[in-house]
């Protein structure tokens, strides 16, 4: 904002008052929250010297101004509670996280239709759990939002964000109007994909494939995160990352082994929370490798057909809940990841 | 570039903001043109050369420090504390304009342009100031979302389109004056109200000098009068308050060459907000709007009862003058009540009128020409009161002239000599022609003969309708006698009369409903908003089913007209999209909407979804329908990826 009254080089400890004053959340209704900027700050003293001075003199001409200065601050209020009104569900736009990963997001949406708002605007979007704040920044301008942010979560977890909240100075930046959306939403934390080969010591894993094996590559498939730099095409790369691809290696046979993975949630006595994460790390980065190729997916007792969009997201959901279990993985044959080691 | 450009259109919003206080100020007449054109021009100096032409923040300062230590000599010199302080706000706002464009700048230019624009809600009360304020609300708000969108992490935001907050500005309007009527006013204090400069007074005076006619009767207006009477149509208001003589002062004492005041023995005082009953009798109302003026006299009509709720202290003295105790510096609305037209007495009904005075009968400086010349005219008559009647009429078969030559060491003479001259000369010679007769007389100036405005219904007393007429004391109170010829009422209109209703009726409007605006004036708003309402009812439930009707037709017409144009292109465009799909390997079904299909390969999601989108919206009217050649575009642009 280019209009901070700090710009006027005022005494400390009027810009100590001024701070002081924006801290202020008064209640407008119920769930909306309004403050003042530090422009805000100086324009209501200049609102309230101009009332008081017509109150005190009945001057006609001084109520004029103090009514139209009024209605403009009024309005300033009306146009923020219809922007924040008009912007979209945004739970839609957030991706799923990677525990303990940086996620960057920029995202575009419309603002409703039935809006009439076409006003540029900075929102800040703002969400909580367990102690770690989430916070986007949305660009308002052309009936479209972008959104941009980079989100990251510690824990792994299916996590149901009860209400975020939306708040912005715009349109002149005098006030700044919060109000708290209620709808509530999941964000999916998974974990942190970890390459994996099956030789990895610590690791049990049975059958015929070795997934990262053989000096030729067979296949190309696009990048996701996680992926191993070594394996991008770099010859076919550019500088938008969504076009990356991915050297694919093993043999044909392998390639056909690969359609079951089996994983065993089982958690050895011995074993820390850190080692089931990587066990879990390890599926979720088998899961972004294969995807395009329609295998399935056994996670303890639950069982997930690739195939199908839905299932694939259910896998995820499932992976991001995951626990340790106590009896081995439904079905058999396929790839087997375990942290038991022999020991079931 | 795009930041270069956003700063300079910050630069000329808060400039703009800056120059409607300016212009604000300009309207008060305590402002010298010199210094609020200096603001100007230094402003039209930077729009026209660009932020390059500034000073910097220190030589500016320089420039307001000049400003205070000049403005601190003007008020040593004698000038008058007002004066000086907008002399400085004025000198500060010049040190503003041609200051460096910094965030401090802006800010300094949008504060220093609200004071500016404050400063004249109490230094001017024109109608104009209406002009500066809108500007301001609209500048203001354009320069405050401007200076928001700077500066933000990712780049400055796109200025909002003037056409969204236009949108905004009617509503903005009628909610302030909503809240403008809404809110209760109190008085604590006078001092901040809005004030003008005491007009200086031509016409009307309370001293006479015979001799020729210096003082100057032009068109500017003194008084505006209107009705407040419930449910009184104009007509009847025209009828009832025209043709009333507005008595100012009375002036006993003859010198010879003029007439003076007599010092007056008994002096009713009244204090502000109370009620003057000047007769015990019933009246119609009326509020009278007077002009701030150098002179205090608060001009009374014939008829007059009383006046209610004065503003500020008045005295009435035992010769019928009711005085301010300072002339006040701000218009003042005077509440009067008036006997009606048929029930006029030929003098003022009013208690506080004292009898004649010895001076009034004074005879000592009536000079021997006229003496001889009342002696031969009422030779022929049976009595006093039928002579005095005779000279009247003599004197109103003269002819009026206000540029006649007059000889001041004895102007009575020549009057009597060129038998034409002007109203106080007339006024002259029949008071001491009474006086001779052995009647009190003595002459009163005041007003005469009105303007009425067609457009607004009320009436005008400009400076030319000042006027000097007779009061003679007979059968025990003073009667008003007019010798002054029929001619003089005979002026030449202004050029531009309609233009001039107009003009004043907006005038009227802006004191009556704003700056005279009181707790009482809301009920009656909003009776006769109600009034208005139920008089029109049928016709505005008829104007609103019309608007209605014609604006679901073209609703209608317009979604029938997309429609249309949306069938005849699409059906040129349809089959170019199929063979385009059936090339990216996807066949669709007949009457299949995209959204159905699947995205074709090697066209990400995202463009491929934001392209139909776009197709959907043609239907919609959302976007132009487009062509083929729009199409192939659309789908070249898919194929590239952007």
């Not at chain 2, 039928?386 to 007059?406: C, G, T």
């Not at chain 2, 003479?413 to 001779?436: D, I, P, Y």
Request: contains cysteine; positive net charge.
């Amino acid at each position: 904002m280019a209009y901070d009254p700090a710009d006027l080089k005022l005494p400390p400890w009027l810009l100590g008052l001024l701070d002081g004053l924006i801290l202020l959340h008064l209640p407008l209704a119920p769930h909306w929250r309004i403050a003042m900027t530090r422009p805000g700050v100086m324009f209501i003293a200049a609102l309230a010297g101009i009332w008081a001075a017509a109150f005190y003199s009945g001057n006609n001409l001084l109520y004029l101004c103090g009514a139209v200065m009024t209605v403009l601050m009024l309005a300033t209020v009306a146009q923020a509670i219809c922007l924040l009104q008009s912007l979209p569900d945004l739970q839609a736009a957030i991706p799923m996280l990677e525990a303990g990963q940086v996620t960057a997001l920029r995202h575009e949406a419309p603002v409703r239709s039935n809006a009439a708002m076409n006003i540029s605007a900075i929102v800040d979007i703002r969400w909580h759990h367990a102690g770690s704040v989430f916070a986007l920044a949305g660009r308002c301008s052309q009936r479209q939002i972008r959104l941009d942010g980079r989100l990251r979560s510690l824990h792994r977890g299916l996590f149901r964000i009860a209400a975020m909240e939306l708040s912005t100075s715009a349109p002149i930046g005098l006030f700044v109007l919060s109000c708290v959306r209620q709808s509530p939403f999941e964000m999916t934390v998974l974990p942190a994909p970890v390459p994996w080969t099956k030789t990895e010591p610590g690791l049990s894993c049975s059958g015929d494939i070795a997934l990262l094996e053989g000096d030729q590559w067979h296949d190309l498939r696009a990048y996701a995160p996680g992926d191993a730099l070594a394996r991008v095409h770099w010859r076919k790369a550019d500088g938008n990352i969504s076009n990356w691809v991915v050297k694919r290696f093993g043999s044909h046979t392998h390639r056909e082994n690969d359609t079951l993975l089996r994983v065993d949630l089982r958690q050895p006595q011995d074993a820390d929370k850190a080692a089931f994460e990587q066990l879990l790390g390890r599926v979720y980065s088998w899961l972004l490798q294969q995807k395009h190729h329609a295998p399935a997916l056994v996670l303890g007792q639950a069982t997930f057909d690739l195939v199908q969009k839905t299932h694939f997201q259910r896998a995820l959901r499932a992976l991001a809940v995951a626990e340790p279990e106590s009896v081995p993985p439904a079905g058999q044959g396929g790839l087997l990841l375990s942290l038991m080691d022999g020991r079931h | 570039m795009a930041q270069a450009d956003a700063l300079l259109r910050a630069e000329r919003l808060t400039l703009a903001v800056l120059l409607c206080g300016v212009a604000a100020l300009a309207l008060s007449d305590f402002v010298s043109p010199f210094y609020w054109s200096l603001s100007v021009v230094a402003a039209l100096l930077r729009l026209w050369l660009g932020p390059k032409f500034h000073l910097s923040e220190m030589q500016a300062s320089f420039i307001g420090w000049a400003g205070f230590i000049w403005v601190g000599l003007e008020l040593v010199m004698g000038r008058e504390l007002v004066v000086a302080f907008t002399d400085f706000l004025l000198i500060l706002a010049l040190a503003v304009v041609v200051e460096a464009a910094t965030p401090r700048n802006h800010l300094h230019r949008m504060l220093v342009g609200l004071f500016l624009l404050l400063g004249a809600a109490v230094l001017t009360d024109s109608v104009l100031f209406v002009l500066p304020l809108t500007a301001m609300l609209w500048f203001f708000w354009r320069a405050a979302a401007c200076l928001y969108g700077l500066n933000w992490p990712g780049g400055d935001l796109a200025a909002t389109g003037v056409a969204q907050d236009l949108r905004w500005m009617p509503a903005v309007a009628v909610l302030a004056a909503l809240l403008f009527v809404g809110l209760p006013r109190f008085e604590f204090h006078s001092l901040l109200q809005a004030q003008q400069p005491r007009m200086q007074t031509s016409g009307f005076s309370d001293r006479v000098q015979l001799g020729d006619f210096a003082r100057q009767l032009d068109e500017q207006v003194v008084m505006r009068v209107e009705s407040t009477e419930p449910g009184e149509s104009p007509t009847a208001f025209r009828q009832r308050i025209s043709g009333r003589y507005w008595r100012g002062v009375a002036l006993s004492v003859f010198t010879g060459t003029g007439w003076q005041r007599a010092k007056a023995r008994n002096v009713h005082r009244f204090p502000a907000r109370s009620d003057v009953e000047l007769a015990q009798a019933g009246g119609a109302g009326v509020a009278v709007y007077r002009e701030a003026s150098d002179h205090p006299y608060i001009h009374l009509p014939d008829g007059a009862v009383s006046m209610l709720h004065i503003p500020e202290a008045v005295r009435v003295d035992d010769a019928g003058a009711i005085t301010f105790n300072v002339a006040p510096s701000r218009r003042l609305k005077l509440m009067m009540q008036l006997l009606k037209k048929e029930k006029l007495p030929a003098g003022r009904p009013d208690q506080f009128m004292r009898p004649p005075l010895p001076r009034e009968f004074d005879t000592s400086a009536i000079p021997t020409g006229l003496l001889n010349w009342v002696r031969d005219t009422s030779a022929t008559a049976k009595n006093k009161r039928q002579a005095l009647v005779h000279l009247r009429n003599i004197l109103k078969s003269w002819d009026y002239d206000l540029h006649v030559p007059v000889d001041s060491t004895h102007p009575i003479e020549s009057f009597l000599n060129n038998k034409r001259g002007h109203c106080e000369l007339f006024a002259t010679v029949l008071a001491l022609a009474a006086r001779e007769l052995g009647f009190a007389a003595r002459i009163v100036n005041g007003y005469y003969s009105t303007d009425w405005n067609e457009v607004g219904g009320f009436l005008l007393i400009r400076k030319k309708h000042a006027h000097s007429w007779v009061e003679v004391w007979l059968d025990g109170r003073w009667w008003r006698m007019d010798p002054t010829p029929p001619s003089r009422w005979l002026v030449p209109e202004s050029r531009f009369m309609g233009f001039d209703a107009v003009w004043e009726s907006a005038k009227m409007t802006w004191y009556r409903y704003v700056l005279d605006f009181e707790d009482s004036d809301r009920g009656d708003l909003m009776g006769a908003i109600w009034q208005f309402l139920m008089a029109n009812s049928l016709w505005l439930f008829f104007m609103i089913g019309i608007a209605a009707v014609m604006g679901l037709l073209w609703r209608r017409y317009h979604r029938y007209m997309i429609a249309l144009s949306w069938h005849r292109r699409s059906r040129a465009c349809w089959p170019l999209l199929d063979r385009w799909l059936q090339v990216q390997g996807i066949c669709r079904k007949k009457c299949q909407p995209l959204r159905g299909i699947e995205h074709p390969a090697g066209v990400s999601e995202k463009h491929w979804r934001a392209f139909v989108n776009a197709w959907e919206a043609q239907a919609y009217g959302g976007t132009d329908v487009w062509r083929r050649r729009d199409l192939k575009r659309h789908l070249r642009a898919l194929l590239e990826g952007c």
